[in-house]
Nanobody, 116 residues
Framework: QVQVVESGGGLVQPGESLRLSCAAT????????MKWYRQAPGKERELVAA????????DYPDSVKGRFTISRHRDKSTIYLQMNSLKPEDTAIYYC?????????WGQGTQVTVSS
């Protein structure tokens, strides 16, 4: 059974950092690209980071480029999202996601709140 579980969210002040984790089980981790999305209240879910199955290639939207870094640890079957210089507009629920044979799998999300 494919499962992804996010953790690491919390309340931080503007300018601070946070690292999210997404632990994956039930599939061959090294075979699949994975992504981080976020959804703020009243807004659509948006992609914030993507990483290929090998971890060699990553991609980010302009809104987080230079501040967020996605990575993956093959032996731990885990992906990470290092978020630096956080802003209030980064406040959202963060989800990890992957697609296997055309089906999308999502975690339950982890709340990130950036506020002074």
């Amino acid at each position: 059974q494919v499962q992804v579980v996010e953790s690491g969210g919390g309340l931080v002040q503007p300018g601070e950092s946070l690292r999210l984790s997404c632990a994956a089980t039930g599939f061959t981790f090294s075979n699949y690209a994975m992504k981080w999305y976020r959804q703020a209240p009243g807004k659509e879910r948006e992609l914030v980071a993507a990483i290929t199955s090998t971890g060699i290639t990553t991609d980010y939207p302009d809104s987080v480029k230079g501040r967020f870094t996605i990575s993956r640890h093959r032996d731990k079957s885990t992906i990470y999202l290092q978020m630096n210089s956080l802003k209030p507009e980064d406040t959202a629920i963060y989800y990890c996601q992957l697609r296997i044979l055309g089906r999308d799998y999502w975690g339950q999300g982890t709340q990130v709140t950036v506020s002074s």
